[in-house]
């Protein structure tokens, strides 16, 4: 693979070499090489450092993907869907939160240009990471589950709703609105962060989000993703980092504990349900 650049973001470009068969003119077949260059996909956030480790008094000292971040000096994000996955308290939404914070996001959601707070629930560690920046998104959204309705109110309040399907998200279901608001508003060229999408989300619409992110994805999208679903990870243009007390790393799919607990289940819900249940 190489790595060009272009104004807008780096662009992960593939060289694929293809043979073309000419028959010459004494009959014998020659082979002549030629080469395609492809476009794999846009990067705009390259990745995150560290640029002060937090005062020991800091509960953030003692996160560990605090500690990682502080050995490792940076990590980095070399696919347009990075997953951050691991069990509650690794610190995966806090870091989303601050990469989304330091980027310029409202840290209660929406684009850029948000600015309603209801309640200051957002740690301080934006305050010690440097976003690694590839070039300039021209759209932006962070999208957090829990402050939903907040960012519903705020839109219903001070926008046309022209750019979110014309109808108030509160006028919609949860999920609906949810994914409605990724379908409308999500416009392309954009570093989108999604903070657990599927708490919002039946699984048939889980597929429905996998459909729309490939899209945007396709139109030179970035997705930072925190999540638990089985069903997101499975994204094939996607790195998954999984956050633990040993720090972070990248794993496969099928090496994750969502994916093999949900099919341990599902193969075997008896036997599982009797183990839990039973002793």
Avoid at 183 to 208: K, W
Wanted: glycine share 8%.
């Amino acid at each position: 693979d190489v790595l060009g650049s272009r104004g807008l973001g780096d662009v992960y470009k593939r060289q694929i070499l293809y043979y073309r068969e000419e028959e010459l003119q004494d009959g014998s077949i020659f082979s002549l090489p030629h080469q395609r260059e492809r476009r794999v996909f846009m990067i705009y956030l390259r990745g995150i450092a560290l640029n002060v480790f937090p005062d020991g008094n800091s509960y953030l000292s003692d996160l560990p993907v605090v500690r990682y971040l502080h050995t490792v000096k940076h990590l980095e994000f070399r696919k347009p869907v990075t997953f951050f996955v691991g069990e509650n308290g690794t610190g995966k939404s806090t870091l989303l939160e601050a990469i989304a914070v330091a980027s310029g996001f409202n840290p209660e959601g929406g684009s850029r240009d948000f600015s309603f707070s209801t309640k200051r629930s957002h740690s301080d560690l934006h305050q010690f990471i440097t976003p690694i920046k590839a070039g300039y998104p021209q759209d932006g959204f962070f999208l957090r589950v829990e402050s939903f309705y907040s960012t519903a109110t705020y839109l219903d309040e001070n926008s046309n709703l022209l750019r979110y399907g014309g109808i108030s998200l509160h006028e919609q279901s949860h999920g609906e609105s949810f994914l409605s608001l990724i379908t409308n508003r999500f416009e392309g060229h954009g570093l989108y962060i999604l903070d657990e999408p599927e708490a919002a989300l039946s699984p048939h619409r889980l597929l429905s989000l996998l459909v729309a992110i490939d899209d945007l994805v396709k139109n030179d999208s970035q997705f930072l993703i925190a999540t638990h679903s089985p069903i997101l990870m499975s994204y094939p243009k996607a790195e998954v980092l999984e956050l633990s007390v040993d720090g972070i790393r990248t794993i496969s799919y099928k090496e994750t504990e969502h994916y093999k607990l949900t099919k341990q289940f599902i193969d075997a819900p008896e036997q599982m349900l009797k183990y839990l249940l039973n002793g």
